[in-house]
Structure formats: C-alpha cells, structure tokens
C-alpha cells in the first residue's frame, strides 16, 4: 500500500508526540523533525492538520511545543487517517450499478474488500494500541544490538 508524504510523516510526528510528550511535557517541531528526518517547514504544515482536527495542541512559549489533546487509549487511527488525507479511506467510487462488467467485479471483489478490512483496522485500533506495538518492534532492534 501506498500512502502520501503526508500521511507517513503525520503518522511519524504522531506517534513522536504520544512517545515523547506526557507530565506537562511538550515535544517541539525542530525536536521531531530532528529525530524523525523531516523538513521542519513540512512538518509543521502537516501538525497544522493534527491540529485542525483535534488530535494535538500547540503550547506557545520557551517550553512550547505539541502535546496529545486527549488520552491515547481514545483515538482511534482512522480520525489519524482521516485528517491527514480525507481520501486514504475512501472506497473505490463504484457507483453501484449492477452492469456485470469485469471493472464492476474487480471493484467488488478486491477493491471494496481491501478497503473494507482496511477500514475496520484503522477503527478498531487505538493510537495506545499502535505506541504499544511500536515499543515493542523498537525493544526487538535493539535487542539485535552488538558492540
């Protein structure tokens, strides 16, 4: 599958701001562009999305920056999704018109179910559930670390 820029990075500055964020503690722009190797200009578009749809809060300031507007545990990574690129869960724009044809049932047969199944995930995981799998895929490489 394959996603915009700005979904990829959107999802990236997301999920900085939940791992590093908490306690009162905002994560600026330049922090996450510097961890996670995004333009700053770029990313700072893309937090104007987050920002417009909820997600996080901006905390002006000498120790400003970005925090999570709401708990982890209840934001669902389709409202993620959704407010980086309206069409990412979109369907295929079949218009339901039963004409037999080979478009109509690869449509139907793969492209609705694809997107189905896709549409289910982003609903049914939380972004705590998403922090939670990106621990441990972290903890693996590092436990593959040698000096």
Request: glycine share 8%; net charge negative.
């Amino acid at each position: 599958m394959k996603v915009s820029t700005r979904v990829e990075y959107g999802m990236l500055a997301l999920t900085d701001i939940a791992l590093h964020s908490g306690n009162n503690v905002s994560v600026s722009a330049p922090e996450i562009a510097e961890r996670q190797g995004i333009s700053q200009k770029y990313l700072e578009q893309i937090l104007t999305h987050l920002k417009q749809a909820g997600l996080i809060r901006a905390q002006k300031g000498l120790r400003g920056g970005y925090t999570l507007t709401r708990p982890a545990e209840t934001i669902r990574l389709a409202e993620i999704l959704n407010a980086l690129d309206t069409g990412i869960l979109e369907g295929t724009g079949n218009t339901g018109a039963n004409t037999g044809s080979l478009r109509e049932a690869v449509n139907t047969c793969l492209w609705e179910k694809m997107n189905r199944e896709i549409n289910e995930f982003a609903e049914s995981k939380t972004l705590s559930e998403f922090l939670t799998e990106c621990r441990e895929q972290m903890a693996g490489e590092w436990d593959l670390y040698v000096i």
